[in-house]
């Protein structure tokens, strides 16, 4: 158990709607990244957020957006979702600048 | 596009062998993770070796790295079953300063057959 949780566990849903998916760092973590996994991509670097700004940007799509609250805690919100955005979701969170320690994942399903 | 390349794809071994991936990178890099995923679940770190380091141990695992040639290496010695999983290499390049996510390649599927 790496202390970071996920919410939920699994998420079918259709084209066309909008989903929040959430995420609680490890006690102490200031840094939260959120990362997408598909068979074709494979493991790719959305947004990282460090104690509630935006610190880093990669592959994450315009209709994709997150936030780091008060707490720590982020979400990862995906609209207009589209057959091709069905995969895992992973956040992680690290205190120092390197090991980072990822969550269970969150599994969508557009149908 | 993917930073770093593990080799082989899959890998299928006996129980109680040595098993070794590789992984290549096309940037400078801070450091280089190994993590391990058990099917469709979260990645678990394994090791990180920093750019001035050439090999680290942490017990039956081995990293080498050697930046001259951007590759790493993974040892997994006296294999059990219960490292049947996927293997994925992470770089964090120079001008990220950890504070960037983390570059993965598509990762080496190890089975080991009892």
Known sequence: ?111 | SQQGEEDPQALSIQEGENATMNCSYKTSINNLQWYRQNSGRGLVHLILIRSNEREKHSGRLRVTLDTSKKSSSLLITASRAADTASYFCATDPIGGGGADGLTFGKGTHLIIQP
Do not use: M
């Open chain 1, 1 to 111: 158990d790496s202390g970071v949780t996920q919410t939920p566990k699994h998420l079918i849903t259709a084209t066309g709607q909008r989903v929040t998916l959430r995420c609680s760092p490890r006690s102490g973590d200031l840094s939260v990244y959120w990362y997408q996994q598909s068979l074709d991509q494979g493991l790719q670097f959305l947004i990282q957020y460090y104690n509630g700004e935006e610190r880093a940007k990669g592959n994450i799509l315009e209709r994709f957006s997150a936030q780091q609250f008060p707490d720590l805690h982020s979400e990862l919100n995906l609209s207009s979702l589209e057959l091709g955005d069905s995969a895992l979701y992973f956040c992680a969170s690290s205190v120092a600048l390197d090991t980072q320690y990822f969550g269970p994942g969150t599994r969508l399903t557009v149908l």
